[in-house]
């Protein structure tokens, strides 16, 4: 026998949750140097990027979020979830289709949860076209830069369907008849193998991994369940949050640079509520005119397996419109379910249009109208222009021409329009530009007249085209961390 037994191994605090968090009482007792209001894309992605360039470095990071732990992941990296599932399921704080509340805007959700609408996303990750920029504070070589940036920490990629016959089938299809663009979707998947016992589990992507790479490089404070009700300034400069939890109570969270990143829809409310000077605050909001397609694929000699689909057609300077196929059927992001044999599938096509930007599309608050909280509720004025309709029509179209290329069949009542906001695609409503009479930010997203006080999110973007926003959002709010540290280092 051994002379003697190896000393107890020690064991840490037990950790009560599957991320450290802070109460927000604590955080009330420090002054941060950043506080992010907001865990969405937007927010997930500024907060990565001050923590991998700070690196531990002592200045006091900061986040809240109103909701609760929804999930650490990507619905679609749960074993169980299937296509049904996943379209059923919704955070605990989640209010869906609000005809009743904003008629004019009336496919608009209200999610909220740690991570925001990312682990309900769906991962559609393209570039904006650079011609998209041309009325932008910010060139397209620089997005460029930051798009690269985004890319590689959300792990984009068009590999999900490059093996897809299907796929290829029908892009070989779109070459030859005159869409020499489309390609295959690019997704923010990780298809890497695991290397080196890196384990690589969570495949697809939400902010949520940003916030675990951003605790990889140093430790922030997290508080979930609590509201920011007022970004509070001091002498033209922002001081902090005053917020309140799910307990009713109220405190004060002081910051020397606050950046709001709460959606285009909820940090405009929180900007307004607060009082924050700007005329363009609220205005502009811009989303995307939507049809979803419900057609039919005969795949009678197309090889197996056929995989999912996933193709994309960009918009361009002279075609105002995207194009989007997915499926087949359930079976894009499946787990264990088996895939029958049949010559028939159904498919999805979703055609998102380019919205113009226009003054009178507004959210407001209304002070008669307080929520749980005493927040007032937003209200939303919202109608499509003239131009915007033909955009439409343009759209339905060119989603007849293209499906008659790929040789699919529209039954009747296949083709219908999304009301207003169903897109999860709002935007625009705290816009970047150097004139403070049409933006209400700067080309870094800092509100104009208002130092250290910044908007992440997809309110800044001037425009959306017709491309889905994520990709775009992360990169700018990358962008804006890096200026938050410039100038940081600049008061040093």
Known sequence: MLAQFCPPLSESQALPHWIPLTAAEKMAEIEYDVLVIGTGAGGGAALWRLCEQWGNNGRRIGVIERGPLFLPTHAANIPTINFDTFRAYRPPEATYM???????????????????????????????????????????AEMDFYYKIAEKVMNVTTDYTKDSTVTQFLLKRLWENGYPEASDLPLAAELEPTRLGRVRSNVFFTSISLMARALSKRPFDLAVNTTAVQVLTENGKAA?????????RSYVIRAKTVVVAASAVQTARSLLNSGIPGQAIGHYLTNHSYLVVSPYLNTTGIPDELGALGILVPSSADRPYQLQFQGLEQFFHYHYEEKPRKNEWGLTCFVSGKVESRYENR???????????????????????????????????????VASILQLRLPPGSVCMMPPGTDNH???????????????????????????????????????????????????????ADHIVRQMNLLE
């Open 426 to 480: 709002e935007s625009g409503t705290c816009r970047m530009g150097t004139d403070p009479r049409v933006s209400a930010t700067d080309r870094y997203g800092q509100i104009h007249g208002v130092r250290g006080l910044y908007c992440a999110d997809a309110s800044i973007l001037p425009s959306i085209g017709a491309t889905n926003p994520t990709l775009t959002i992360a990169a700018l709010a990358i962008r804006t």
């Open 240 to 248: 902090g949050v005053r917020v309140i939890t799910s307990d009713q």
């Open 98 to 140: 609000l005809g009743d509340a904003l008629p004019q805007f009336p496919g608009l959700k209200l999610i909220y949860a740690l991570g925001g609408r990312t682990p309900l996303w769906g991962m559609v990750s393209p570039r904006m076209p650079r011609t998209d920029f041309a009325d932008w504070p910010v060139s397209a």
């Open 363 to 401: 959210v407001l608050i209304d002070p008669n109208r307080k929520d749980n909280l005493g927040i007032p509720e937003i209200q939303i004025r919202f109608s499509y222009s003239t131009k915007d309709e033909e955009i439409i029509m343009q759209m339905d179209a060119a989603m007849r021409r």
